[in-house]
T-cell receptor
């Protein structure tokens, strides 16, 4: 019962580098989400997907890209990392989009 | 745009005391209201979900109420225990399958 698996757990990037945060779920959920959580702030939605091949922007999509080629995987791509992208990133999935959310344990990213 | 606020940002109580956590939202046209728990360094765990047509929801020592007209939800935790120490976040759900989160209330239960 893995649930939602995020890798890596920690990463330090230099300004201008790129990386992909991986997210995989084994519950056959159609809905998947990427959030970022900054200190003292609520989670902000970056991108979401309602099924394989379908993605859409959330509240803070600038500087990020996603793809959803399979139901299981929803990677988040950071291009040209900036210090403002220092945050904790959470991936989540839901069977219907309105309840039953399962969150991954997060990726702590620092851009220096 | 939905704004969700949780006040206070932190509170500390002695073991056994009842906890009252507040959540307010600006747009009363919510689809549902959800409460989550977050332990340090971990992801979020779903606690309770209240549909927009409901007034409250209960699970064990947890009870959540919803008053859409005043834009408020309250999470009650009865007879708090040290294991209840965590950050509690509320989130309003919209009919386009997105959640708007508050910043959370960090609770410390002193033994």
């Amino acid at each position: 019962n893995a649930g939602v698996t995020q890798t890596p757990k920690f990463r330090i990037l230099k300004i201008g580098q790129s990386m992909t945060l991986q997210c995989a779920q084994d519950m056959n959920h159609n809905y998947m989400y990427w959030y970022r959580q900054d200190p003292g702030m609520g989670l902000k939605l970056i991108y979401y997907s309602v099924g394989a091949g379908i993605t859409d922007k959330g509240e803070v999509p600038n500087g990020y890209n996603v793809s959803r080629s399979t139901t299981e995987d929803f990677p988040l791509r950071l291009e040209l990392a900036a210090p403002s992208q220092t945050s904790v990133y959470f991936c989540a999935s839901s069977p219907t989009g309105d309840y039953g959310y399962t969150f991954g344990s997060g990726t702590r990213l620092t851009v220096v | 745009k939905q704004e969700v606020t949780q006040i206070p940002a932190a509170l500390s109580v002695p073991e056994g005391e009842n906890l009252v956590l507040n959540c307010s939202f600006t747009d009363s046209a919510i689809y549902n209201l959800q409460w989550f728990r977050q332990d340090p360094g971990k992801g979020l765990t779903s606690l309770l979900l209240i549909q927009s047509s409901q007034r409250e929801q209960t699970s064990g020592r947890l009870n959540a109420s919803l008053d859409k007209s005043s834009g408020r939800s309250t999470l009650y935790i009865a007879a708090s225990q040290p294991g209840d120490s965590a950050t509690y976040l509320c989130a309003s759900g919209s009919n386009d399958y997105k959640l708007s989160f508050g910043a959370g209330t960090t609770v410390t239960v002193r033994a």
